[in-house]
DNA sequence: GAGCCGTAGTGGTCGGACCACCTCCATGGT
DNA sequence: ACCATGGAGGTGGTCCGACCACTACGGCTC
């Protein structure tokens, strides 16, 4: 052991933690290792900004970075003038980032996503099918009927996501439909669908609706799970037949 | 839209886009709105930090945290002493954080980690089987021997990791693989490792994956798919009745 | 031409100052 | 005793200016 000339808690700490990267790079490590092994819990408060910088040796402008970071990743939240919390570290927190992904992701990448999301939905819905209750059922009929009854776009589009969301939401796995939503988050669907509704594939869209509806209705987890694969797989397909040329 | 910077262009936009949030968090929205209506190129570099506050008339620190957070988004990379830069945007750049997310589950969420992990990575083997080639095989049997012929549980499980790995990556979807990479990471396994491996599991793992093998070198999707869910099946099992009491 | 080296420019860190906002409690009225 | 009100303190949000650490590039030497 080495001599401890009683020293000021940072140095120590900082002894402990030799330099891996940035000063702002192990303050995040250094957070993240704190929720990981218990140190913080869900909803927590955190100390200030001024003294978590104190307490790592790091200036406070560090500090805040590290912060920013945890926060767009979900881990954190700062509400301006209380202090800091740790979120509730659930699925729609932590995988909220999902969607920023999908928002950036172009070409090659688009149809892989879509892939993925064929994959996971067919799978929810087919889980929905045998797991969901009548209200649950209610809710989707709610939003089918309304997508039915419009033809404004906007609208359809919100229905359509939402009746997908009720799925997700049924299959009883939080974590599968917090990515699902990241997977279908609003600038993706609607990127994907300006050029997709010109060839009418509303009629299509609602027929194939009505065919995964049937098939939750009937408790029946195949036909859930290949409706909903082709209803996912028809975008998909169009959006590679877009790329090839 | 961007206006052409005449002489009070920022002020001028700043008043156009009224407070929504926080400086930075605007400041984040615009770097990501840039990227998505292509102004900027994956590779390209960005103008200073200086300069990117000065053209938002906001100050370095805000910026500084809006690039940290696109930083730890794996959207931009900053090279000390060089630049900023846009990454090249793909999967394994843009999910990098997903590992995070699987790090600080704990309980419940885990099982729903695991049981995504069931769905993707069996659809991922399944899709492997048909698609891969001698020399990804060849690849795929190195780190099942090397698993097989030794003790250590380090290297068992790294070996472990490699194999799954290049299943995903013979599976063809960059962002698949790029996924379950961060449902597989190092803590995430080592943690569930940790008890698991207590019960023997080694052999049936070893039996597991021997039958994977097979279903590959013989090209059969759906003996593989039964195979690798099965295989995740096996640990996500023992988790759930780890929770029960 | 190859290699060295200094300089300019970049991101990284720091400390301090002030502002905007929330929380809590003492105050005073009912 | 209760409740509304207001102010004070504390918190995150923003800004500034300075300096450090590192990289890139060009001129210099050999």
Chains 1, 2 share one sequence.
Do not use: C
Not at 42 to 53: K, M, S, V, Y
Not at 64 to 92: C, N, P
Not at 154 to 183: P, S
Not at 200 to 224: K, N, S
Request: aromatic share 4%; charged share 30%.
């Amino acid at each position: 052991m080495e001599e401890t000339p009683s020293a000021e808690a940072e140095a120590e700490s900082a002894a402990n933690a030799p330099q891996k990267g940035t000063v702002t790079q192990r303050a995040i490590e250094r957070i993240k290792a704190m929720i990981a092994d218990g140190g913080l819990e869900p909803g927590q408060r955190l100390p200030t900004e001024r003294d978590l910088a104190a307490r790592l040796g790091i200036s406070r402008s560090s500090m805040r970075e590290a912060i920013r970071a945890l926060t767009v990743l979900g881990v954190l939240e700062a509400r301006h003038g209380s202090g800091i919390y740790v979120t509730q570290l659930e699925a729609g927190d932590l995988l909220e980032t999902f969607g920023v992904v999908a928002d950036l992701s172009r070409g090659p990448r688009l149809v892989e996503l879509l892939e993925v999301r064929r994959i996971l939905e067919s799978t929810a819905t087919a889980l929905a099918a045998a797991r969901i209750t009548d209200d649950q059922l209610a809710e989707v009929e709610k939003h089918l009927t309304a997508m039915n009854a419009t033809d404004d776009p906007e609208e359809i589009l919100a229905h359509d996501l939402a009746f997908h969301r009720e799925i997700a939401a049924a299959a009883g796995n939080e974590t599968m439909a917090a990515m699902l939503e990241g997977l279908s988050s609003r600038t993706f669907r609607a990127r994907v669908w300006r050029g997709y509704q010109e060839e009418g594939a509303f009629a299509r869209t609602r027929r194939e609706h009505a065919a995964i509806h049937r098939a939750l209705v009937a408790h029946d987890p195949e036909a859930a799970r290949a409706a909903a694969a082709a209803h996912v797989g028809e975008v998909e397909e169009w959006l590679r037949s877009q790329l090839r040329p």
